[in-house]
Nanobody, 123 residues
Framework: QVQLVESGGGLVQAGGSLRLSCAAS????????MGWFRQFPGQEREFVAA????????DYADSVKGRFTISRDKARNTVYLQMNSLKPEDTAVYYC????????????????WGQGTQVTVSS
């Protein structure tokens, strides 16, 4: 079993930065690919970024490429999402997720999810 807990969300002005953290429990965390997703009110979750188990392969949605960076610290069992140049349209609840499969943009492939953290970007 893997349990995921996100933190680091909050209110920030447009152009600002936030770093989200996802702390994982479970001895096999290092073998999981990890993803970040976000959900706008009334909409389905959408893919943001993913990283493989070793941390050397990443993938980003076009809407965040060049602004967001996903990384992982296996010693700390933590995955991060560094978000720079934030825009009001980035306002959403952000979720981290884990999968035993290769990193993917499809949320259905992820078997473990955190509770989410709110990110609000003011204009």
């Amino acid at each position: 079993q893997v349990q995921l807990v996100e933190s680091g969300g909050g209110l920030v002005q447009a152009g600002g930065s936030l770093r989200l953290s996802c702390a994982a429990s479970g001895r096999t965390f290092s073998s999981f690919a990890m993803g970040w997703f976000r959900q706008f009110p009334g909409q389905e979750r959408e893919f943001v970024a993913a990283i493989n188990w070793s941390g050397d392969t990443t993938d980003y949605a076009d809407s965040v490429k060049g602004r967001f960076t996903i990384s992982r610290d296996k010693a700390r069992n933590t995955v991060y999402l560094q978000m720079n140049s934030l825009k009001p349209e980035d306002t959403a609840v952000y979720y981290c997720a884990a999968t035993r499969r290769p990193p993917t943009r499809w949320g259905d492939e992820y078997g473990y999810w955190g509770q989410g953290t709110q990110v609000t970007v003011s204009s």
